[in-house]
């Protein structure tokens, strides 16, 4: 007998296994003997094992969904490439030369930081990743582990964590507080910082696109999803406009490496400012549009389509 677990709870899972990686990786400054920082690929060994981990699960578990049921292929597929285009990003963000960069340069770290967020985190929760693991599991596994999600204090915990304004006031807080400049140059000199803040800006991302791109609250419709995500680019593009405009540094850190480099401070800090402000801004409104479609095109009357067919499909005059 096929067990089946609440679609809310399969996510809870999702959100601890995804973040793994994030929390795995710390890079910080780390700069030769010349002084020049050291760039290039960082392969931490446990985000090199739960990146691969997770990619081999999701293809075991999509394999064996797509063989049972060919109803559902056409969903599958996109969930995977979803999945795939989330992880991909994900390896860009923690493992390319991206995240060494990031300890030397403020504008890469805020590169790192959008693709984690605006790339990442949204096209994994559109992948639906917990669900296809569940049946990469052995199949005595899985109603141990459906046991465990259906917990009392799982599911309470979730349904507070992904109520819209919960999530919303998280992942701004997140934002906010890691970029107050003694947090922000805290996480540049001490892994276990440094980690935090990555494992707060991806699981904050994780629960607000979750809550705008698959939540429960979508039966209700898209106005709280609108509002977040409008309001989330408003007062990201505050914090990226301060950074540009700022008269003076805000991390003072960042002089050594980015000079060696051959790189202004200042000017790196306003260009990573500029990066959260405009295109981090522009991720934001595209986000928004998209939804707004969504709800237009859900709030149609139920007999649109069939009225606009209708007269294709009554017989003309004279024929049977």
């Known amino acids: 007998m096929m067990t089946r677990w609440p679609a809310p709870l399969l996510r809870t899972g999702s959100i601890a296994a995804l973040t ?44 064996r969904l797509r063989a049972r049921s060919r ?12 999945f795939l285009a989330g992880w991909a990003m994900t390896v860009v963000a923690l493992v ?9 340069m403020f504008s890469a770290h805020m590169v790192q930081h ?17 669900a296809v693991w569940m049946w990469a599991l052995p199949a005595s596994w899985r109603p141990a582990v459906g046991r465990g999600l259906h917990a009392p204090g799982v599911r309470g ?34 892994p276990g910082i440094h980690t935090l803040q990555h494992a707060s800006f991806f699981i904050s991302a994780l629960f607000f696109w979750w809550t705008v791109l698959a939540g429960r609250h979508r039966q209700a419709g898209d106005g ?12 990201t593009g505050a914090l990226g406009a301060l950074l540009t405009l700022a008269p003076g540094l805000w991390y003072p850190i960042y002089v050594t490496p980015t000079t060696a480099l051959g790189f202004d401070p200042l000017q790196d800090q306003q260009l990573g400012g500029l990066i959260m402000w405009v295109p981090g801004g522009l991720a934001y409104f595209l986000a928004g549009l998209a939804i707004a479609l969504r709800w237009v095109l859900d709030r149609r009357p139920p007999d649109l389509a ?8 009554r017989p003309t005059a004279g024929t049977r």
Do not use: K, N
């Not at 002084?35 to 985000?47: A, C, K, L």
């Not at 109803?71 to 979803?82: K, T």
């Open 20 to 63: 793994l990686p994030c929390v795995a990786s710390a890079h910080t400054l780390s700069p030769d003997a010349t002084g020049m920082p050291d760039i290039g690929w960082t392969f931490e060994p446990w985000v090199v094992v739960l990146l691969g981990v997770t990619l081999g699960l999701y293809g075991i578990g999509h394999a």
């Open 71 to 82: 109803r559902a292929r056409g969903i599958r597929l996109r969930q995977l490439g979803a």
């Open 96 to 104: 390319s030369p991206l995240d060494a960069l990031g300890a030397a």
């Open 114 to 130: 959008e693709v984690l967020m605006l790339l990442a985190a949204p096209l994994l929760v559109l992948g639906r990743p917990l």
């Open 157 to 190: 915990s979730w349904r507070w964590l992904t109520s819209p304004a919960v999530a919303w006031v998280f992942h701004a807080l997140a934002l906010w507080a890691w970029h107050a400049p003694p947090l922000f140059e805290a996480a540049l000199t001490r």
């Open 224 to 235: 709280h999803a609108m509002l977040s995500v409008f309001t989330t680019m408003m007062h």
């Open 306 to 313: 069939a009225g606009a067919a209708a007269p294709l499909a």
